[in-house]
């Protein structure tokens, strides 16, 4: 099976700055997309940023320029640098990945646990 570990959400205020990472653990063949999603009070979730195994990489036009993703394939890991923090960002941010392990001839998609975030002063 395959689990996604998130971890670096926190408090900080409008203008700050934070660091989400989530590190995919299991019998991980390969993967394919690993991304990130949140969901705000009332809201529906919705995508914030995608990076696929080639590099593509697509943003939500409310974070470009001020959020970036990255990924470490060597650790099955992924980052979002957010920056220029406003209010409207905070959220439960979970990560994504489109896995396949060693016992699946497909791919399949992962959550993790959520991490809240959280902009105010």
């Known amino acids: 099976q395959v689990q996604l570990v998130e971890s670096g959400g926190g408090l900080v205020q409008p203008g700050g700055s934070l660091r989400l990472t989530c590190a995919a653990v299991?019998?991980?063949?390969?993967?394919?997309?690993m991304g990130w999603y949140r969901q705000a009070p009332g809201k529906q979730r919705e995508l914030v940023a995608v990076i696929i195994s080639g590099g593509s990489i697509k943003y939500a036009d409310s974070v470009k320029g001020r959020f970036t993703i990255f990924r470490d394939n060597a650790k099955n890991t992924v980052y979002l640098r957010m920056n220029s923090l406003k209010p409207e960002d905070t959220a439960v941010y979970y990560c994504?990945?489109?896995?396949?392990?060693?016992?699946?001839?497909?791919?399949?998609?992962?959550w993790g646990q959520g991490t809240q975030v959280t902009v105010s002063s």
């Open positions: 994504n990945a489109d896995c396949r392990t060693y016992s699946s001839g497909s791919y399949s998609q992962y």
């Open positions: 299991g019998s991980i063949f390969s993967i394919n997309a």
